[in-house]
T-cell receptor, first 114, second 114 residues
Framework: DGGITQSPKYLFRKEGQNVTLSCEQN?????MYWYRQDPGQGLRLIYY???????QKGDIAEGYSVSREKKESFPLTVTSAQKNPTAFYLC?????????????FGDGTRLSIL | AQSVTQLDSHVSVSEGTPVLLRCNYS??????LFWYVQHPNKGLQLLLK??????LVKGINGFEAEFKKSETSFHLTKPSAHMSDAAEYFC????????????FGQGTELSVKP
């Protein structure tokens, strides 16, 4: 089955630690996205990538980093500079980055502070 | 600038009765509009999308939405609620800026009583 796989489902971060969230898609989509979701709020865009080896900052990129070395993979690193990392993180992809294309979502990673 | 407002943070209906989830948008262009559903601890699933074709859009699971330009609205409806419809619903507008960025409403939590 084609889809987006996020791992792990739950992740705990210690003070001063960087952690990496995995996102893999087998939909052959060019564009990929990372969102953060906080309770009672909509999704906020962290980073997006329109094509391999290219990515752009979203609305809340501070304290996060990404890479896009392969079409299928778009990992997100939450660095120690992100002071409030506790949230639900969602990865998405779309065929391309045109405005009329829907995005397909993974099942998310819930990050908590130890 | 694009924006979207979901007029109710929580809607409660009885099983078998109609569902109405309200959404108003603001867009400088002819927008692409989407409704997504999110069940607890899951990613978002696309219910339906409007991309300037028919103004009445039919989606999955019996949901539909009507695009009304004069009212800048895109309300989601379903004739008869089912217990499995209980979830969070997001109205989303896509702008035409590079990257296909989505702008999410704050979400409406739908409860379905037996």
């Amino acid at each position: 089955d084609g889809g987006i796989t996020q791992s792990p489902k739950y992740l705990f971060r210690k003070e001063g630690q960087n952690v990496t969230l995995s996102c893999e898609q087998n939909l052959n989509h060019d564009a990929m996205y990372w969102y953060r979701q906080d309770p009672g709020q909509g999704l906020r865009l962290i980073y997006y990538s329109q094509i391999v080896n290219d990515f752009q900052k979203g609305d809340i990129a501070e304290g996060y980093s990404v890479s896009r070395e392969k079409k299928e993979s778009f990992p997100l690193t939450v660095t120690s500079a992100q002071k409030n990392p506790t949230a639900f993180y969602l990865c998405a992809s779309s065929i391309n980055s045109y405005s009329n294309q829907p995005q397909h979502f993974g099942d998310g990673t819930r990050l908590s502070i130890l | 600038a694009q924006s979207v407002t979901q007029l109710d943070s929580h809607v409660s209906v009885s099983e078998g009765t109609p569902v109405l989830l309200r959404c108003n948008y603001s867009s400088s262009y002819s927008p692409s509009l989407f409704w997504y559903v999110q069940h607890p601890n899951k990613g978002l699933q696309l219910l339906l999308k409007y991309t300037s074709a028919a103004t009445l859009v039919k989606g999955i699971n019996g949901f539909e939405a009507e695009f009304k330009k004069s009212e800048t609205s895109f309300h989601l409806t379903k004739p008869s609620a089912h217990m499995s419809d209980a979830a969070e619903y997001f109205c989303v507008v896509s702008d035409r800026l590079p990257g296909g960025k989505l702008i999410f409403g704050q979400g409406t939590e739908l409860s379905v009583k037996p």
